[in-house]
């Protein structure tokens, strides 16, 4: 997928090819497993700028959906790698902004309902 915009630390939207030979569409997507605070408190800014700045830095992330929530956006699992050109590689060892933004105590767990 290609990033558009980074909506909060949990939620962006982007133009993402669901498979080889498909057409590429505008799509939102939401985090899955993660919550982040929101935009009004500083940790949900701390959150949105920890996103900007990594993802800022690529080309492309690669985005592992899962379902859709209730607002129909895609809960997704997303690996970037700054500076690799190949998807492949991203997909294999490429950095788990999820995982990322838990360890760096921005986001909490979350199951959904």
Do not use: M, W
């Amino acid at each position: 997928a290609r990033l558009d915009r980074v909506i909060d630390g949990d939620t962006f939207t982007g133009l993402a090819s669901p498979g080889v030979g498909v057409v590429a569409c505008d799509l939102r997507f939401r985090l899955h497993g993660i919550d982040t605070l929101e935009l009004n408190t500083l940790a949900g800014r701390n959150a949105r700028r920890f996103v900007d700045d990594a993802l800022g830095q690529v080309d492309f992330v690669i985005v592992r959906t899962h379902k859709t929530d209730s607002f129909g956006r895609y809960l997704a699992d997303l690996r970037y790698l700054p500076g690799e050109p190949d998807p492949e590689v991203v997909r294999t060892q490429g950095l788990h902004l999820n995982q990322q933004l838990l360890d760096e105590r921005l986001a909490r767990p979350f199951l959904g309902p």
